[in-house]
């Protein structure tokens, strides 16, 4: 089977499950490929975990889910240390953290101590306790969700958290069709049916390497360097995306031209995920909050306005 | 591309309104220039409208239209030998000459008739810019805001009132720019309109349009919010300080002298004509007050009806015997009636009456309009003893001094080196007349020009006469005679400022009798200064004038030196005319034979290279601007020599990309190359750029130029842009 087909295979199997989100799970597989996590922000009951489980179910890994509370302690989700009388020796029990695919939900209702477990786990796939260095299973991706409605008693994830996300997307309410045709799904299925994987986990690992193999032309570094570097120098802009917001678009673009079957990136690639890729890295003056700019706006802007290389001499 | 294809009743339609938009150019022309036969302009913006409506090829076209011209030229400027071969011929002849006057530049030499045929021709190529801005650009606004400025202008600086004619245009111009918007729009989106569509679309503009005519039409005018904008822009050019002031006045019988001074336009038409048996000036009216800028008429007029006088010529023929006559017809309305010296009657055909001032003398119509009339004046022509006026002297004008005041008034503030001048002329002359002979003299031995243009205007702090006696020293009858009468006064010499006409032009009608013709150019001022015992005596102080006053040279005295100088100056005038002529002809004999066919003002280097360099620039810029046409076909050619590579399909699409941009489809900055290949193919209607795209993405991008079909995608480009190539 060609990398393209399994690709392919992958989110038929996810359409299968849940209605429209063509783009919602093509995001999450390129968020997957390229080894980065997704932060979804919407409203509860819009198919966010459907979402989440199918692709675990696809791609046959591991998912785990935290519900994150005020409560949660890091050790609810890293794992504790247990001791075993019978062995006399700590025995480690590894915490939901531990999977391949996690459902991170309410994120931002954690207390910030527990909300950077999770983080480290995110950025290093690696986790610590109790002094020792835990290599998390691959692959690891994280899906944490955000209620953007009830602000009440949450912690909101500091810029520097939100940095280690590679997308920030809204899944949106599904159109009037679609909901109906979500009603006839689930009308005759059982709850928790999912369908069975269509690649092994070697399969997804290996799509992974291929992803970063996808050529990118030294145009198109250039030219999402000069979009990262535009939204530093957006009048209105008081914080604009970090290098490692560059580096990130990047990858994903590796991974979402693999999607498309190409392996090279595109400025369309760059244009395309720039939004999702960059929007939860901008924080505006509050000046410009106030007098009706937005975030979207200022990437609207940043796209039509960088000049997007079109011969291989003006870039070098 | 396919263009949309304009129905041809909305063609017609078009066609119609702009043929009446350029009609509006032409009535100006035709009430402002003495163009006649403006209905053969009418005519030729029909055909020539016509024939690009019906698609009439050139080379029908073509001919029709300059048998048209050569015709309506032989019509209008050959009557009588119309269609003839001689006509031709002269007309060939006329052609020949012209082109020589343009080659050595005279252009004031110009036949009417050659202008008049280049008259046509630029109306020809108005008509090609017509169907150009309707059919191609689908777009009138420039020639409509054209007509409009035109007319507006023409309409404040000239006596044509354009004020219905804006409403036509502005109808008119709104109507084409009304059904020209759809047809744009649907040339730009591919889509052909049904003509039910296009009436459903004008059909509101034009009730808008009926509704807003009919209310223009119908509600007064309210005053202009802004003053007439002509004093201003004269006062601020310089010409004129109190708004009277003129730029360039007609010359002719102006009853407002406030100002006088600046230059004058000849005027040959025919004021009136008049069968006399000797010369005689036209008097009309004197004037008494200087007001240092011009002349006024102060003081209250004694007016009596000259009923009595007006016999009909039909009953009887009682003509005194000492008496001249003078039938005078007039053919340019005047708003009061010329008469020779010595005027004792005046006969009309029918009844007429008129008031006479006294003081003034001036014969008014008692209709108070200005008369087209034919009368017949009876005179005495007054003769003057030359005894009689050497014996005036000034002593007996000290008693007169109450009653002749107004004509010895003068402003308060006058120059004092104007009386010095008069008294230092006077000083030697004993009686009253041979004073004012002094000062009439005077002009013509002291360096005075007669001219009738550059002639200054006083400014505000300057006095009219001490400006032309010490200043300009240039002027015409004005200038001459309002000098002597000022200087007469200075000198304590009663005088007034008489307005009329020369005698004119001496003729003879088929029955060889004579007449004069006097012409708007012969309009004219002089002199007349009181003589003791005697009257009022004219007097010509204007260099080139003879004066008419019969004087009886009762003792023997060699007089009239005026015609003297005369004299003496023509042959001067001759001789250095003879030596130039020779001068030049020297010059053309040391020069070769190639440089003797170019014309003098061609010579010299600027004025070539003005015109090398003009050529470069207007070829550079023809070029530049036609780049879209010739540019694409010359980068087709030199891509079909190249090598297949990546290198030459990269610079390829390169060009491809700045001709797209060329003609119009414009690539914004943040846009990529899919996004507008996918523009450029969606308004094609393929998807060759699409291709063509994808193939240098994949080279650009991917780094991968191996499995690309050259042959194919040349073929694809060379179409692209030989297609996309208006």
Redesign the interface.
Known sequence: MLHKEKIDAILANIERTIVGKRVISELSLTALLAGGHVLLEDVPGVGKTVMVKSLAASIGAEFKRIQFTPDLLPSDVLGVSIYNPQQMEFEFRPGPIVGNIILADEINRTSPKTQAALLEGMEESSITIDGRTLQLPQPFFVMATQNPIEYEGTYPLPEAQMDRFLFKLKMGYPTRDEEIEVLSRSESQLPGEFTAPVITLDDLLELQVLATKV?V?V??KSYIVDCATATRDHPTVYLGVSPRGSLGLMKACQAYALIKG???????DV?YLLPHAFSHRIILHPDAAYSGHSIDNVLVDV??????????TNTL | MKDVRIDKWVLVLLYTLAFFMTIEWLKPVEELTDTGHIILFYGFVGLALMFGLLRVPGWIGVPVKVIYIVLSLQYVFLEKEWLSVEALKMTVIDMQQNFAFIWSGEWMSISYMFRTGLFFILLWMLCYLIRYWIEYRKSVLLFFGMTVIFLSVVDTFTPFDASFAILRVMIIGLLLLGILFPLRLSAKTKTQLPISSYFKIIAPLVGMLLFVAIVAILVPIKEPAWPDPVPFIRSAAGLGDSGNGEGVSKVGYDPDDTQLGGPFKQDDSVVFEAYVDSRQYWKMETKNTYTSKGWIQSSENWVFEYQRHYTNLMDGQVLVPPRESADIEIYEPLPIIPYPYGTEELKTTEGFYYDEELDTGKLTPNSGEPVELKYRTEFVPPEYSLKELRATDMASLDSMKFEMDEYLSLPEEFPERVRDLAEELTANAPSVYEKAQAIERYFARSGFVYSRDKVAVPEEDEDYVDQFLFETKRGYCDNFSTSMVVMLRSVGIPARWVKGFAPGELKRDDNKEKFYTVTNNQAHSWVEAYMPGIGWMPFEPTIGFNGVSNVNFDIEVAEDDVKEQELIKRPENKKKQEQEKQAAKRKNAQEPWLLRIIPEWLRSWTVVSVIVGGAIALVGIGLYATRKKWLPRLVVRSGRSKSESWETFAIQYEQLLKHLNRVGLKKPAGMTLSTYAKEVDRMRGDDKMSTLTAAYETGLYGQSEANLNWTELRKMWEDLIIETTG
Do not use: G, S
């Open positions: 050529i032309d145009t198109v190409r392996n090279y990136v595109t400025p369309d244009q796209i039509a306005k960088v000049r997007v290389p079109i011969m291989r």
